[in-house]
C-alpha cells in the first residue's frame, strides 16, 4: 500500500490518522515538525506527504515550499482554519488538497486514495499533444505550458486541471465533473477547492485567463478560436 508521513505536532492527531491509515493496511512515518519533516523528505521516499500548518520549528507552508524544491510526493495539507487565504496559499506552494479540522478519519483515507490514484502516470493516449492560442502553449505530453515564451512553473494540481479542461476544450464542464475526474472524488468534492484552483490558473495565464470561461450555473469551459 502507501507510506504515508504525518507531519503534526499534535500526537493524538497522529495517533488518530496512524489507526486508520494502518487499519488499510498503509505504512506510517511521523514528525512533529516542518524540519524534521524536510529532513526525512530528503533522505526517504514516501507516497503522499500529510502535512499540518501551524507547528513549532517550521510551520506547514514553509515545509511544503521547500519540499517542493527537490520533490513532487503529493501532499494534503491539515488546517484548523478554513479561510481562502490559506488554501490560496497552500495551492500556491504546490500542496494537492487541503483538509480542515476537526476532520472525519474515514474522509481523510479517501481523500488520500483519491490523490494517488490521480498522482499515478497517466499513459497518454496520443503523443505530443499540444496546443498553441497565439502567445499560449500547452504541451500536455511534456507538462509544459509557455505565456509568451515564459515557461510557466504551475502546482500538479493546476497542471492536471488546466490539461483537462483542455483535452475536454470548449465542452461546457460541470463543477461535479471537473471535481470528481480532476480529484477523484465527487461527494466528499469541495467548490471552494475547484474555485481557488480557477482563480490560480487565470492569475498564471495572465492575458490568456480569458480562454477559461465561467459558464453560470454549471461550471467552466476552456474555450479555443474558431
Keep these: 500500500m502507501y507510506k504515508i508521513l504525518i507531519v503534526d505536532d499534535e500526537e493524538h492527531i497522529r495517533a488518530l490518522i496512524k489507526k486508520y491509515a494502518y487499519f488499510e493496511g498503509h505504512s506510517v512515518y511521523e514528525a512533529e515538525n516542518g524540519l524534521k519533516a524536510i529532513d526525512m523528505c530528503k533522505n526517504n521516499m514516501y507516497d503522499i506527504i ?15 515550499r521547500e519540499i517542493r524544491k527537490f520533490s513532487n510526493t503529493p501532499i494534503l495539507i491539515l488546517s484548523a482554519r478554513g479561510e481562502e487565504y490559506d488554501r490560496i496559499n497552500g495551492f500556491e506552494v504546490g ?67 488546466l490539461f483537462y479542461m483542455i483535452r475536454n476544450k470548449n465542452i461546457a464542464l460541470t463543477r461535479e465533473k471537473l471535481i470528481c475526474d480532476v480529484w477523484g472524488y465527487d461527494f466528499y468534492g469541495d467548490d471552494r477547492t ?28 476552456f474555450e479555443t478560436p474558431n
Excluded at 51 to 61: C, K, V, W
Excluded at 119 to 130: F, H, L, S, Y
Excluded at 134 to 145: H, I, P, S, W, Y
Excluded at 207 to 216: A, D, F, K, M, P
Design 50 to 64: 500529510i502535512m499540518d500548518i501551524m507547528m513549532p520549528e517550521l510551520d506547514g507552508f514553509s515545509a511544503c
Design 95 to 161: 500542496v494537492d488538497d487541503f483538509v480542515v479540522k476537526p476532520f472525519s478519519p474515514k474522509e481523510l483515507m479517501l481523500r488520500i486514495n483519491a490523490i494517488m490514484k490521480r498522482a499515478k502516470p497517466a499513459v497518454q493516449a496520443q503523443q505530443n499533444e499540444i496546443l498553441s492560442i497565439k502567445g499560449f502553449t500547452a504541451d500536455l505530453t511534456a507538462r509544459l505550458v509557455y505565456v509568451d515564451g515564459e515557461r510557466l512553473t504551475l502546482s500538479p494540481k493546476e497542471y492536471d486541471l
Design 194 to 221: 475547484l474555485d481557488t484552483h480557477i482563480k490560480l490558473l487565470r492569475k498564471e495565464l495572465g492575458q490568456y485567463s480569458e480562454l477559461i470561461v465561467t459558464v453560470r450555473g454549471v461550471g467552466y469551459r
